[in-house]
């Protein structure tokens, strides 16, 4: 698998092993908390004993290794041509990446090879000049831990509004194509989308404490029938979202969403577009407004 957590774990445990064994500087003790620190439960046991006993022949009794060079994980075609697939993705260089070192790199897709499903027209404008401008000052804010000054147009009334706030995180939804920005004014977090910015500029930078708050959480829970592969799209269409999933019987899984409750209307049509294989069960708060938006599709 590429870039697989698991298996190129080991690899990224060796090269920091092995690069304390070419500078001179590993110790039992260093083998033992580098393995404890970068592998896994097991890895204390495989890892050490493998090197001790020369059954992998990378460093000595003296913890000295025949190498020379600091070992570097290099890439494979394979990954880099899946890199360069991914990097024609307009949204990549929004966050300041580039394909240099890939210019001769086949991708391994390109983007007309990938069918979305589901997901609504008119998606940000990831290429625009002046959105990749905003994108970039967001990120930096974020870095430096400063506030911002926002002018954004609200898509309902279409009226101009000017916040000064505490970016609090950067969101992406699938479904929609769009970045939405969350943000902190008082005791208040606002969302704003992305492309509804007029300017964006760097204030000074805030307190610890005016990071640390809590977004109110609500829950569902739903019952699922497996049919047409139901299971597999609802995990993927709420990937982002802690969850707890119980099967039930042959085909049916109770599963529990925890999400923002400002989120609560756009969780409520998502649930509601898988149609009749998803029951909310609970809370009763939550399957009154889905009656409510069915009376009022109904009606319109």
């Given at each position: 698998m590429l870039f697989s957590e698991i298996y190129g774990n080991y690899f990224r445990t060796m090269e920091k092993v092995l690069k304390e064994a070419v500078q001179?500087?590993?110790t039992e003790q260093k083998l033992q908390e580098i393995v404890e620190r970068q592998g896994f439960e097991e890895s204390r046991l495989h890892i050490p004993k493998s090197l001790k006993t020369q059954t992998w022949p990378l460093i000595d009794e003296t913890y000295n290794t025949p190498l020379h060079h600091k070992p570097e994980m290099a890439l494979t075609i394979l990954e880099k041509r899946w890199m360069k697939a991914l990097?024609?993705?307009p949204k990549m260089k929004l966050f300041g990446l580039s394909g240099k070192g890939l210019e001769d790199v086949e991708p391994l897709f390109r983007r007309d090879t990938i069918v979305y499903f589901d997901q609504q027209r008119g998606g940000?404008?990831?290429e625009d000049a002046s959105y990749i401008r905003h994108f970039s000052t967001i990120l930096q804010a974020f870095?430096?831990?400063r506030k911002?000054?926002?002018e954004f147009l609200s898509t309902s009334k279409g009226i101009l509004h000017r916040w000064d706030c505490v970016p609090h995180r950067l969101e992406y939804s699938l479904k929609d194509d769009k970045f939405?920005?969350?943000?902190?004014?008082?005791?208040?977090?606002?969302t704003i989308n992305l492309s509804t910015i007029t300017a964006c500029s760097l204030l000074e930078p805030y307190d610890a404490e005016d990071e640390n708050f809590e977004i109110e959480k609500k829950q569902v829970v739903l019952e699922l029938t497996d049919e047409r592969n139901a299971l597999e799209r609802i995990m993927l269409h709420f990937s982002h979202l802690q969850k707890e999933t119980k099967r039930l019987d042959r085909s049916r899984y109770r599963i529990r969403l925890t999400y923002n409750q400002q989120d609560e209307t756009e969780i409520l049509i998502r649930i509601m577009s898988f149609g009749p294989m998803v029951k909310?069960?609970?809370p009763e708060s939550f399957v009154q407004l889905m009656r409510e938006r069915l009376i009022n599709q109904k009606q319109l």
């Amino acid at each position: 698998m590429l870039f697989s957590e698991i298996y190129g774990n080991y690899f990224r445990t060796m090269e920091k092993v092995l690069k304390e064994a070419v500078q001179g500087t590993l110790t039992e003790q260093k083998l033992q908390e580098i393995v404890e620190r970068q592998g896994f439960e097991e890895s204390r046991l495989h890892i050490p004993k493998s090197l001790k006993t020369q059954t992998w022949p990378l460093i000595d009794e003296t913890y000295n290794t025949p190498l020379h060079h600091k070992p570097e994980m290099a890439l494979t075609i394979l990954e880099k041509r899946w890199m360069k697939a991914l990097l024609e993705d307009p949204k990549m260089k929004l966050f300041g990446l580039s394909g240099k070192g890939l210019e001769d790199v086949e991708p391994l897709f390109r983007r007309d090879t990938i069918v979305y499903f589901d997901q609504q027209r008119g998606g940000d404008p990831f290429e625009d000049a002046s959105y990749i401008r905003h994108f970039s000052t967001i990120l930096q804010a974020f870095r430096e831990k400063r506030k911002l000054r926002i002018e954004f147009l609200s898509t309902s009334k279409g009226i101009l509004h000017r916040w000064d706030c505490v970016p609090h995180r950067l969101e992406y939804s699938l479904k929609d194509d769009k970045f939405r920005l969350m943000t902190r004014r008082k005791k208040y977090v606002d969302t704003i989308n992305l492309s509804t910015i007029t300017a964006c500029s760097l204030l000074e930078p805030y307190d610890a404490e005016d990071e640390n708050f809590e977004i109110e959480k609500k829950q569902v829970v739903l019952e699922l029938t497996d049919e047409r592969n139901a299971l597999e799209r609802i995990m993927l269409h709420f990937s982002h979202l802690q969850k707890e999933t119980k099967r039930l019987d042959r085909s049916r899984y109770r599963i529990r969403l925890t999400y923002n409750q400002q989120d609560e209307t756009e969780i409520l049509i998502r649930i509601m577009s898988f149609g009749p294989m998803v029951k909310v069960v609970e809370p009763e708060s939550f399957v009154q407004l889905m009656r409510e938006r069915l009376i009022n599709q109904k009606q319109l």
